[in-house]
């Protein structure tokens, strides 16, 4: 799809010292539109959709949230810390509110691969099938999400 | 009809017209006049006109919390404004409850210093400087958290109450190409003036702890501000129940150290918990501690403890340790600090046993 006068005011919100010092977009030079386009397009490979993978992220966010700030195992293989820091950030896209600063950290103890998601991540997800530009600090890369996580059609 | 459409249109192009020009006036064409501010009725300091309030009065060395660097995203940096603020702007509203929006808190980083200001800070807030301290030792408490101890250089001593916190500046590095500030509890005795000690837990690409982890060392210099907030013991006598999880040991720690200095003989019970014995620290000091005041008993609990750990004590979450413990908490009085979900599920657990919400007091690192 073609880039609108619409996606460039959304990705000016996503440049470093918009929304967050480091922005969303790493050092990603494709437009928002080829970005997204791209991740659904990985994502439609994987045999998954936007909302299935939000969904997962979600389940795994309230499991580990048991644990109350320190690692607690989920599953057999899972072991996930669910913390917050100082702070909430809102949706580039302009939606009204804001979403804590909250990191989800999940490791899996079968294969020893970390991802960290935050619940900004989980709305940008399910919500916008955005998941950040290549090398943004918080980029979640969909095969990656779907191997570490048992993410399956 | 037509006719009728088209002036209305012509119209409505000529408002949109001039709201845009009224716009990019206001951007570009800032008024830099000085400004009065009266501070509390008590002070006025002059500061240049356009500038957002929370950095003019910084200039004017007037520190109000804030750690976004006044990005409008963490919250802290509300003051009142009584007379002399444009409206509330959209940036502020999330952060304010009605009962403040009424009675003009605003966030200072977003008010613009566009006439003269009367406003109300708390009076402690005067009492903050800004301080230029050297790394004194650098060590691993756990594998995420690290103890730092700054040994201040200028001006030379610091005064704080137990449980207080300062912000610390991390200089521009990898991650921030502009100096920010993050807020830290000290976590050693106010009768050491002269250094303080932080605990201070890594957060995976977090701007601050990173640099704190990865980058920090001996001997460098560190520029910090403070001390901020009202966390920390009231002289009640009643009964104790601190409660921590992973840095939130710090002001919890320096609460214990003067409690200790001072023989303070309040019966006091610290649960702290953790996943493992390696995510335990300082619990050598805490049995030291145990000796020097009778009535204080430490109780770390581990809700994952490894094979190897050996573990005999207590075992499960937090909650269910400290629901197992406290039978009566109606007379007793709690401290809480640590991660935002400890936090809330443990205030249930306390309200359960029958502690009156004005007992609990808490730090919420978030
Ligand atoms: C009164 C008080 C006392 C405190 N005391 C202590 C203490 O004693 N010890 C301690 O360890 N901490 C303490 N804290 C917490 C501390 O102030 C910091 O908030 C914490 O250390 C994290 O800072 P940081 O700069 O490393 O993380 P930050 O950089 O502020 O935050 C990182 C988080 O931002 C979000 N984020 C950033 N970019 C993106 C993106 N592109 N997409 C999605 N999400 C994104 C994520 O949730 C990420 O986890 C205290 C806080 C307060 C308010
Ligand atoms: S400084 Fe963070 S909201 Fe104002
Ligand atoms: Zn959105």
Redesign the interface.
Known sequence: MKQSKRDDIIQGQMR?GA?T??GMLGVDRRTLRDILDADDAAVRRLGLTHATIAARLRELRAAG?????????VDSDLEIR?????????CPFGHP??Y????V?VSNLRTGERV?FTQLNIHLIGTHGFYEGLDS??RQDPETLARVLGITA | MSDLLLAVGILCAINTGLALLLMLAEAVIVDTRDRSITINDTQIVTVPGGRPLLAALKDRKIFIPSACGGRGSCGLCKVTVIEGAGPLLATETPWLTAEEQKSGVRLSCQVKVRRDLRIRIPEELFAVKQYQAEVATLSDLTHDIKQVTLKLLDPPEITFTAGQFVQIEVPPYALTDEPIYRAYSVASDPCQPSQIELEIRYVPNGICTTYVHKHLKVGDRVTLNGPYGTFGLRPTGRELIFIAGGSGMAPIRAILLEMARTQNPRPCRYFFGARAKRDLFLVEEMRRIETELPSFRFIPALSAPDPDDRWEGETGLITEVVGRHVTNAAQAEAYLCGSPLMIDACIQVLREKGMPEENIFYDKFA
Do not use: M, N, Q, Y
């Open positions: 470093p929304i010092r480091d949230a048991r644990g109350l700030g320190e690692p607690i195992r669910v913390d917050s820091v100082c702070g909430k950030l809102p509110g804001l804590p600063k909250e990191f950290e960290t600090p918080f």
